[in-house]
């Protein structure tokens, strides 16, 4: 039974004046009502105020070589840290979360080899970023003044400090941010938006303890120290960013059938029994295929090429790389 109404000082009554009304949603919270309605699972806001000790962290892996024949990471390291850099009118950041993991398993097939999961469907950049033009317009459409940029990993952002900083989860011994409803099978995303918002009141507590199964488990010792990633030993840097024409001999040794990717850190994270399926269809692993068999890969053509791996995250590797993966699998 609804309350009486609160007579208004004119003497009229007004259905949204009753004492037990409920406290209506500011538009930080809408945003992310809406975000969630879209399909992301996550959603933090936070100023956009500049990385300033993820910066310096960055720097210093990039003075390691950590980031082995990934020049372009070099480029502008301040902008990755400062997003009004790249949108001057940047007052806060929006960072999503999208779930990916499909419930699969790899096929342990010496004939064929094992694609990392993200690569299973559709290129996540199209989908996260169709995902964030529809939050974008939404918010447009609430409020014209708005504006914003989208930022899904092309960007000079880093994403995953953007996604700790806004409390989505924390930062893996492997470098990968762990949830603690999803684990670490999650791809991020940003809005800088030109307004003032409101944020969110802290970050997630490091849940990783005393746990090294990731560090224990890599194959080559790719993660150096906690949270530190060399690239240059990493499984997953050599199949898909190495342009050399041979792989490096440690990964060529270690490959366990990793064609395109490795996902071993993550597979043995604790965090990982939370897993859920996504909702998000164009995950799924496209032909149904985890893995993909080594003698059609070393037969592609450019124009198969082109055509099986078109608007996949599997193209990034180029048809040269795939084909020298495969072709380590096989010696």
Same mark, same amino acid.
């Given at each position: 039974m609804l309350a009486?109404?609160?007579?208004r000082p004119d003497g009229v009554n007004h259905p949204a004046f009753f004492v037990d009304n409920p406290r209506m949603p500011s538009f930080s919270e809408r945003i992310k009502q809406k975000a969630v309605e879209i399909g992301f699972q996550k959603v933090g806001i936070v100023a956009a105020e500049p990385l300033v000790d993820e910066g /310096?962290?960055?720097n210093e892996w990039l003075d390691k070589g950590f980031n082995g024949e990934m020049a372009w990471l070099e480029r502008e390291p301040e902008k990755r840290s400062d997003p009004r850099l790249l949108f001057p009118n940047a007052r806060s950041v929006i960072v999503v979360a999208l779930n990916?993991?499909?419930?699969?398993?790899?096929a342990e097939d010496p004939a064929k080899g094992k694609l990392s999961r993200y690569a299973w469907g559709d290129?996540?950049?199209d989908i996260v970023r169709e995902k964030l033009k529809e939050l974008v317009a939404w918010i447009k459409t609430e409020n014209p003044e708005a504006d914003g940029k989208i930022c899904v990993d092309t960007a000079p952002m880093m994403d995953k400090a953007w996604a700790v900083r806004a409390g989505l989860g924390w930062l893996g011994k492997h470098s990968n941010v762990i949830t603690t409803t999803l684990g670490s099978w999650i791809f991020i995303g940003e809005i800088i938006l030109n307004l003032e918002l409101d944020y969110e009141p802290g970050? /997630?507590?490091?849940?990783?303890?005393?746990?090294?199964?990731?560090?224990?488990?890599c194959p080559t010792g790719a993660i150096v120290e906690p949270?530190?990633?060399?690239?240059r030993k990493c499984i997953s840097y050599g199949t898909i960013e190495l342009r050399d024409e041979h792989l490096p001999p440690d990964i060529a040794a270690n490959l366990d059938g990793w064609?395109?990717?490795?996902?071993?850190?993550?597979?043995?994270?604790?965090?990982?029994?939370?897993?859920k399926p996504t909702d998000e269809s164009r995950f799924e692993p496209r032909h149904g295929e985890t893995s993909l068999d080594l003698d059609n890969v070393l037969s592609l053509t450019p124009q198969g090429y082109a055509e099986r791996f078109r608007r996949t995250a599997i193209k990034r590797a180029k048809l040269p790389g795939l084909i020298r993966n495969a072709s380590a699998l096989k010696s």
């Open positions: 009486a109404p609160v007579i /310096v962290r960055l990916y993991h499909t419930g699969h398993k790899h290129d996540y950049h970050t /997630v507590e490091d849940h990783c303890g005393t746990c090294k199964a990731c560090i224990d488990a949270y530190v990633v060399d690239s064609l395109y990717g490795c996902d071993i850190c993550q597979d043995v994270c604790p965090w990982n029994r939370f897993e």
